[in-house]
């Protein structure tokens, strides 16, 4: 199987801090990655280097074979869509008009978006079920019903690569459980390459092909979610003792003293 994204040794840092290094992974098509580590340990930082909004003090990144250091910003919008994890508020538009922006980048310059880039976007409100939120001020809609406007636009932009930064923020457990298996779906059926920084090494568990550790800037554990999902790997990554229950054929993760909850 072509890979679509690797990522070769990378490193960063903020002045004379060092984030993460060494960090190689590979992104397949079709398949859904998940980035897991505690807070502050780099998963933004990464996601932002993949996206070359950040360059990185070291290593290379190709996304299918070609360095993404020589893609132009108008090649890294065709390939690589965002979803991010902070929102803004923006000039008052309809939602449609948000999610028809994710067509910039197959648009001429000074061009509006025409009847087809309308098409797509409608089709992508409706991959989420969200078609109510059409034509609603997105300034005024919830945060939840934000994430769910900036993923479509996302899908609207049609590119083979997507990132994910924290996508369940703001997000009632309805609203994670149907984005996340829509995403695993759509990434299945569409051969897209997903790669999600996520907190919820829960909803990792459930949604994830594969999973990346990062502890202490460095990848702890890689590989498929059947090999890396353990007790020990996650007790590992997150310094609580952990044990893994399993309800349904689905396997969940617990801290063993559930007062340590109390010390979050």
Same mark, same amino acid.
């Given at each position: ?114 009847? /087809? ?21 997105? =300034? ?9 406007? &900036? ?34 779906? &759509? ?37 498929? /979610? ?6 020990? =790997? ?10 893994? &229950? ?19």
């Amino acid at each position: 199987m072509d890979l679509m994204l690797e990522c070769i040794d990378l490193g960063f840092q903020y002045r004379d801090k060092i984030v993460f290094s060494h960090i190689s992974f590979q992104a397949l098509p079709g398949r859904f990655c998940a980035i897991l580590g505690r807070n502050g340990s780099g998963k933004t930082t990464l996601i932002h280097c993949l996206n070359h909004i950040l360059n990185p003090l070291s290593g290379r990144i190709l996304v299918q074979g070609r360095d993404l250091a020589s893609f132009s910003r108008n090649d890294i919008a065709r390939t690589i869509s965002l979803l991010p994890q902070e929102q803004i508020d923006i000039f008052p538009y309809r939602v449609l008009d948000v999610v028809v922006m994710g067509r910039a980048p197959f648009l001429k310059i000074a061009a509006r978006p025409g009847e /087809k880039d309308y098409t797509i976007a409608e089709e992508a409100l409706r991959q989420l079920n969200a078609q109510d939120l059409s034509h609603r001020n997105f =300034n005024r809609i919830s945060g939840g019903e934000r994430q769910i406007a &900036l993923l479509a636009r996302c899908l609207a932009q049609a590119a083979p690569i997507m990132l994910l930064d924290e996508p369940t923020n703001h997000l009632d457990f309805n609203h994670q459980y149907h984005l996340l298996s829509t995403m695993g779906r &759509l990434c299945r059926e569409k051969g897209i390459s997903v790669v999600a920084a996520m907190h919820d090494p829960n909803l990792a568990a459930m949604f994830a092909d594969e999973i990346i550790m990062i502890k202490n800037g460095r990848v702890m554990a890689k590989g498929v /979610k059947e090999e890396v999902m353990t007790e020990e =790997n996650i007790s590992a990554l997150y310094d609580m003792d952990i044990q893994k &229950l399993r309800r349904n054929a689905e396997t969940f993760f617990s801290p063993r003293d559930i007062s340590l909850n109390s010390q979050l």
